[in-house]
Nanobody, 124 residues
Framework: QVQLVESGGGLVQAGGSLRLSCAAS????????MGWFRQTPAKEREFVAG????????YYADSVKGRFTISRDSAKNTAYLQMNSLQFEDTAVYYC?????????????????WGQGTQVTVSS
């Protein structure tokens, strides 16, 4: 079992930055690939970014590539999503998720554990 708790959401002006954190419980953080997803009332939950178990590989949705950076700190059992050049369209509830995977895999679906979500609102 893994429990995930997100933090760092808030209100920011377009062009600004936020960093989301996802603190994971348990001792096997390095066994899980981590992902960030987002959802709005008008859209289904979508994949935003993912990072492999050891952090050696990352993958981004085209809509955030070059603006968002995913990372992880195994010593702190925490994953991060640095969001720069935020746009109004980035407004959503952001969720972190974890899935046990092979060493370098970054799944886009099939995550087993989810956080409660954190709201990000970008004002235009």
């Amino acid at each position: 079992q893994v429990q995930l708790v997100e933090s760092g959401g808030g209100l920011v002006q377009a062009g600004g930055s936020l960093r989301l954190s996802c603190a994971a419980s348990g001792r096997t953080f390095s066994s899980y690939a981590m992902g960030w997803f987002r959802q709005t009332p008008a859209k289904e939950r979508e994949f935003v970014a993912g990072i492999s178990r050891r952090g050696g590989r990352t993958y981004y949705a085209d809509s955030v590539k070059g603006r968002f950076t995913i990372s992880r700190d195994s010593a702190k059992n925490t994953a991060y999503l640095q969001m720069n050049s935020l746009q109004f369209e980035d407004t959503a509830v952001y969720y972190c998720a974890a899935v046990a995977t092979a060493q370098t895999a970054i799944p886009l679906v099939g995550y087993d554990y989810w956080g409660q979500g954190t709201q990000v609102t970008v004002s235009s």
